[in-house]
């Protein structure tokens, strides 16, 4: 068996081939496969209507879902950077699809798909995955809520069959509820199946609740006799793959919407397998770099059969863990088992009332709103809560870059701000005893000072950075002002250019008053920051101690050297004789 050291010295290339390998023989193992396939089957129920709804919810038919689930699932189970991991259509996707397919069309999403793919293999082989680990958790679940707000606003209007689903959706049922232009037949059985997904797993966590939802809406349906909207007929095998064409498509145009895809599927991939890890408290974390190119061959593979974009979907792993997978296989079977649905329940998936799948999507859009977590946030940090909410309405609001820009924005404000916190200890002294014991320099010697002062002495605590430099402001507020500023330096970790810009213009406002800014302790990281003060600003000296600054200044005068003292010599007692020797005969 070769060593964890010796596996890490190989070529990186070299190193992801061993473990896929690895991995891969695991799969066939007989005391894991009984278990794979199980939790297989039990993704597969969940991933089945939400592939299809989320198809049929970006204007593409049905089957274009199911394909996608089948694929990718596929290629994304054998190569992720997980062995949890399940790839397949997300509802993170839907509203960037969608807006895809109504400026592209069908043949438009599937080459941004395409495309897509091949910049995430990119990102995967520049390594790029690695810095998804620096994203704040704030902005994760902001990320997450933005999008269940974004599910809410456009799949209700049509759960009510309203067209317009670009409008405020409250407003708009609200709107065509009062006029009387509502399916009531397609809202109760959006709201049977509704009901059957919150209701069954708290009764028994195994009951496929989404599939019993499922069947109970349609049987309503049917059994009232009505006429409704459907999935319609779906294909019993996958299609021909083929490169999608180019023709017809403004490629300048699809090129921004390719890369939106890209980083979307990516951010969320990457963001679903570093939960895989808390979730499964694997002592190693995944290797995202491996995932970013596995989502990317499977978005590759998605737009070659013509689906729907995919990436890494953290609800339908954990459920595959819940469900006792232990390899790579039940990933992989979940996709066969969606292959075997499509191939003999074709007849009974065409009849599924749309209205029963939008009902699925607002349940998972009211999940992803994960209001438990907004009140604990809320009890315990409103600063972190302030970052997931910004981030969540820039999201619903703009677009999801919109949303996630802003979020890191304000999540890096407050981090300077908590952690980049300036503190001022300011003294001053006007008499030679304060000086000599001791301030805020020890001094093994206390100069020749006056017995008056007229002196300054201001600690600083922190970094000095832009969001905090004005601080520094109150050490010129007068008149009068002091002959000497001294700044010490020596608890400061950081000088952003804000902060030496502000310690210079303390010297130049002080300059023109007949003062001087001496700067002490300053540490070895902050010299060459403040460099540029020290050789243009003669009244800002940089020095090692107060004292030091007192001198510069030519306030203080060194103390005067004592005076040599003469040798003294000591007379030498003589030895008498007689002494001798009446010490030696007493």
């Not at 870059?401 to 981090?415: C, E, K, V």
């Amino acid at each position: 068996m070769r060593s964890t050291t010796a596996l890490s010295k190989r070529p990186f290339s070299t190193r992801r081939a061993g473990e896929l390998l690895q991995s891969w023989r695991e799969m066939v193992h007989p005391s894991s496969l009984p278990a794979d396939a199980a939790a297989g089957l039990s993704v597969a129920c969940v991933a089945l209507p939400l592939n299809v709804a989320l198809a049929t919810a970006a204007g593409l038919p049905a089957s274009v879902g199911l394909v996608s689930g089948v694929v990718a699932g596929v290629v994304g189970g054998l190569l992720s950077g997980s062995r949890f991991q399940v790839t397949g259509p997300e509802a993170a996707l839907l509203p960037l699809a969608a807006a895809i397919v109504a400026a592209h069309g069908a043949a438009g999403l599937a080459i941004a798909t395409v495309l897509a793919g091949a910049m995430q293999v990119a990102l995967g082989l520049a390594r790029a995955g690695r810095f998804a680990r620096l994203i704040p958790r704030p902005v994760v679940m902001g990320f997450t809520v933005g999008i269940g707000l974004l599910l809410l606003n456009t799949q209700l209007p049509r759960l009510f069959a309203v067209e317009d689903t670009h409008a405020n959706a409250v407003a708009l049922v609200a709107q065509r509820t009062w006029g009387g232009h509502v399916g009531w037949l397609g809202v109760a059985a959006g709201a049977l199946t509704a009901l059957a997904m919150v209701a069954l797993p708290r009764l028994h966590k195994r009951i496929p609740a989404v599939l019993v939802g499922l069947t109970l809406g349609t049987g309503l349906m049917v059994w009232l006799g009505a006429g409704y909207d459907a999935v319609g007929a779906l294909p019993r095998s996958l299609p021909t793959p083929s490169l999608p064409s180019f023709e017809g498509v403004h490629l300048a145009s699809l090129l921004p919407a390719a890369l939106g895809l890209a980083l979307l599927a990516s951010l969320g991939s990457l963001l679903a397998t570093s939960s895989l890890d808390a979730l499964t408290g694997a002592r190693t974390h995944s290797d995202l770099d491996q995932d970013l190119i596995a989502q990317g061959l499977a978005n590759l593979a998605a737009g070659v059969f013509g689906g729907f974009p995919v990436m890494g979907a953290i609800v339908r792993a954990s459920a595959s863990i819940q469900a006792g997978a232990r390899t790579r296989a039940a990933s992989v079977m979940h996709a066969l088992w969606l292959f075997v649905a499509m191939a003999l329940l074709a007849p009974l998936v065409a009849r599924i009332p749309i209205a029963a799948l939008t009902a699925i999507l607002l349940v998972v859009g009211v999940r992803l709103l994960n209001l438990e977590g907004l009140v604990a946030m809320w009890n315990q940090s409103k600063s972190t809560l302030s970052v997931v909410v910004v981030t969540a309405l820039g999201i619903a609001v703009f677009n999801v870059f919109a949303g996630i820009g802003a979020g890191l924005a304000l999540a890096s404000l407050l981090y300077v701000r908590r952690h980049g916190a300036l503190r001022l200890e300011v003294q001053r002294v006007t008499d030679a005893s304060q000086l000599q014991r001791g301030l805020h320099v020890q001094s093994p010697e206390a100069p020749n000072a006056p017995e008056a002062l007229d002196l300054l002495v201001a600690r600083v605590d922190g970094p000095i950075l832009f969001i905090n430099h004005l601080k520094l402001y109150e050490l010129v507020d007068g008149p009068p002002w002091a002959k000497l500023v001294v700044i010490d330096l020596s608890r400061v970790s950081l000088v952003d250019a804000a902060g030496a810009a502000t310690l210079q213009y303390l010297a130049e406002f002080l300059a023109v008053r007949s003062s001087h800014l001496a700067l002490v302790k300053v540490p070895p990281q902050l010299e060459a920051a403040l460099e540029p003060i020290a050789q243009h600003l003669l009244e800002a000296r940089m020095h090692g101690s107060i004292e030091e600054a007192l001198l510069g200044a030519g306030l203080v005068h060194p103390a005067p050297a004592p005076a040599p003292m003469e040798p003294v010599t000591l007379p030498v007692p003589s030895a008498h004789p007689a002494h001798i020797a009446h010490s030696a005969h007493p």
